[in-house]
């Protein structure tokens, strides 16, 4: 079983380097560093949501809430600022208001026991709804230009975007928690099996709760980005970017049952989306050719792995009964 | 222990951030990059094959395909490379990912509609410094991160014009009465102040503006109160509605009443919507800017800065096609002129 889901890891990371390769050499313009920028700009908040995302479907459960609690983290971001708090307050109160959000969740979640899903839809709602109380229809936009051209700019001016430092650190950090640590190991076996966890001496409900406040921690985090990096506070900032983040999730391997996946693959997932639409829109492809490719290639992910899972079921089977015969 | 632990932390961050004050709203210095303008030459001649690129607020939008229809049509004219691309919602930021394809294409002119005035402004300003020449439409970016902006129409302009189409329809006497939308609408509000400054002047002596009732912009209140302006004032004889929808509820009242021929209705309506009613007599003649003229302004102006010819300065001169000629005003604002009024003659040419 496990081997198989490598190989899918493999396959997304494999495709994703051909994928980058055809598109240096077939689309002009898209392997220039400039076009590298615009890239790393664009996959920023579907990369970062992504990490703790990874670490959620992989105990078996989902956070919907996340594009929302961006929003409000905008929002009021936005408020503070027109009240006259300076930034440097501004960011870290933020990304603890994404955490108080997360921390809703898990509490719904964890604590009564309801279903993520439903939770998550839920607050999805009520806090894109918090975001319009906060801000209305208007947009928030004087934001200092050291802060706002440091989001866009890349390092001295070369070819490495600031933001870059902030995706590899987080992601070496999330990397090493789920891959080499036993808290990764747990969550792992929560996703496997939530009660033979329990049973295993593994604090479920602890767990997940935690993951619910990382979750909007970073969300917060990234709304603060979001606002930054557009220099525009608004209620409806981020809106849907909670199916990018799953859809990416999903592409790069992680089972939506729980219990499997990797973040090397989520990572290249993320890449492979935004690399192709980038390409493609490069090539003038419409945007409404480019939600098909996108949406076949995700049932081609959730599909394929089934696919050769069941043939591979077969062959065994028609094996077995040669041998027995 | 260690939840205490963090929270004692967070909590000393957040006091020392606030403490020590840092960049907030008042102080903080403005050091965002200006654009030097460049000297322009108006002897220059317009450049030929210029790749001229519209990004409207989002695709498959009618009123905007018109006025990328007109974009379309300059762009022909004046030989150059068309292309419309957009993101399938309004989303403030949707845009900013196509603004940087058409950076990394190497566009001449960008034609933009902002969604929002400043979540384009980084990547439109990237644009500019890649020697891109930037015009908005329709919805305006931040006047520092564009080259000009087509202003389809100004308040003073439409004003005058519902004063004047008023007093014609009336015959130069009598009483009218304006169908508005909200009561606190802003445009309309400041489209009816302007008309009033009008009816003040002499040649308005014989004019008298008996009420102003709001429709709400629903087409069964502005039906109602189409009606009711006419049980209250017998003697009405111009129902005047600067709003698409008022105009066109008020035509059909009147179109199926006995005043239909006595009493007129004018102000600004959509073509498609007012058809019946300016064949069937009831509505002699109303106006609205031309949607096909803002994108096709847009063009030359785009081509105009790209080729050196203007720099975006108040007082450049410049010429669009069969538009005429065009002076830039204040900010980079270039006016697309006196709203276009709509009669049995012309009113088959439009299709929006």
Same mark, same amino acid.
């Given at each position: 079983m496990s081997r198989k889901f490598a190989t899918w890891d493999t396959a997304i990371i494999a495709l994703t380097v051909l994928v980058l390769i055809i598109a240096s050499l =077939? =689309?002009?313009?898209?392997?220039t560093s400039r076009n590298f920028t615009f890239m790393v700009l664009d996959l920023l908040p579907i990369i970062l949501v992504a990490l703790p995302m990874t670490f959620i479907i992989v105990t078996g459960e989902i956070d919907l809430s996340v594009a929302s609690t961006l929003g409000l983290t905008s929002s009021l971001m936005g408020w503070f600022w027109n009240h006259g708090l300076s930034i440097e307050t501004i960011i870290p109160l933020c990304i603890v208001i994404g955490a108080v959000a997360g921390v809703l969740n898990g509490f719904l979640i964890?604590?009564?026991?309801?279903?993520s899903l439903a939770v998550t839809i839920g607050t999805l709602a009520l806090y894109r709804g918090l975001a319009l109380v906060v801000l209305g229809d208007g947009a928030v936009a004087d934001f200092p230009f050291n802060y706002t051209g440091w989001v866009t700019g890349t390092i001295g001016g070369g070819? =490495?975007?600031? =933001?870059l430092i902030l995706i590899v650190v987080l992601a070496l950090i999330f990397g090493v928690i789920l891959h080499a640590t036993p808290v990764g190991r747990s969550l792992y076996a929560i996703g496997a099996n939530a009660q033979a966890a329990h049973f295993a001496g593994i604090r479920v409900a602890r767990t997940k709760f935690w993951l619910y406040v990382v979750s909007g921690a970073v969300a917060g985090l990234v709304g603060v980005l979001w606002t930054l990096r557009y220099s525009s506070a608004r209620a409806?900032?981020?809106?849907?970017?909670e199916l990018a983040v799953v859809a990416a999730v999903l592409l790069g391997g992680v089972s939506i049952f729980g219990g499997k996946g990797s973040l090397p693959g989520v990572l290249a997932g993320v890449v492979l989306l935004t690399a192709l639409q980038n390409a493609l829109r490069l090539e003038d492809v419409s945007g409404q050719a480019l939600n098909i490719v996108t949406g076949a290639l995700l049932v081609l992910s959730v599909l394929l792995p089934n696919l050769i899972s069941s043939i591979r079921g077969n062959w065994q089977r028609r094996k077995l009964r040669q041998s027995a015969a | 222990m260690s939840r205490h632990r963090l929270a004692a932390v967070l909590a000393a961050t957040l006091l020392v951030a606030a403490g020590c004050? +840092?960049?907030t709203k008042d102080n903080q210095s403005d050091s965002a990059g200006t654009q030097a303008s460049a000297t322009a030459d108006p002897n220059a001649k317009l450049k030929e094959g210029l790749k001229i690129a519209y990004l409207p607020k989002?695709?498959?939008?009618p009123y905007s395909d018109v006025e990328t229809s007109g974009g379309e049509e300059a762009v022909k004219e004046l030989k150059g490379e068309y292309k419309k691309v957009g993101p399938n919602d309004a989303a403030a930021s949707s845009q900013v990912s196509y603004i940087n394809t058409l950076i990394q294409q190497q566009q001449d002119v960008i034609v933009v509609a902002a969604n929002d005035p400043n979540a384009v402004c980084p990547s439109l300003n990237q644009a500019r410094t890649a020697k891109i020449k930037v015009v908005t439409f329709d919805s305006d970016a &931040? !006047?520092?991160?564009?080259?000009?902006f087509i202003n389809q129409a100004t308040t003073q302009g439409i004003g005058e014009s519902l004063a004047k189409m008023a007093l014609e329809q009336a015959g130069g006497s009598g009483d009218i009465a304006v169908l508005s939308a909200?009561?606190?609408?802003t445009n309309q509000n400041a489209w009816i102040e302007v008309m009033k400054t009008e009816l003040a002047k002499p040649e308005y002596s !014989?004019? !008298?503006?008996?009420k102003i009732a709001y429709g709400n912009d629903d087409d069964q209140k502005s039906f109602q109160e189409a009606q009711g302006l006419l049980q209250s004032y017998p003697n009405l004889k111009v129902i005047v509605a600067p709003t698409t929808v008022g105009i066109a509820a008020a035509a059909r009242y009147i179109s199926s009443s006995s005043y239909k021929g006595k009493v007129q209705v004018t102000g600004l309506g959509l073509p498609n919507q007012m058809r019946q009613y300016v064949k069937d007599g009831t509505v002699k003649k109303f106006a609205l800017w031309n949607p096909a003229d803002i994108g096709y302004l847009a063009a030359y102006a785009g081509a105009a800065l790209a080729s050196g010819q203007? &720099? +975006?300065?108040?007082?450049d001169k410049f010429t669009a096609g069969k538009l005429g000629e065009y002076t830039i005003g204040k900010d980079g604002e270039i006016v697309l002129g006196p709203p276009t009024e709509f009669t049995t003659e012309n009113i088959d040419k439009f299709n929006f």
């Open positions: =077939v =689309v002009d313009n898209f392997g964890t604590g009564l026991g309801l279903p070819a =490495v975007p600031n =933001v409806d900032n981020g809106a849907g970017l | 004050g +840092g960049t989002q695709l498959n939008n &931040s !006047k520092d991160c564009r080259d000009a909200t009561p606190n609408a !014989k004019l !008298k503006l008996v203007i &720099s +975006g300065a108040e007082g």
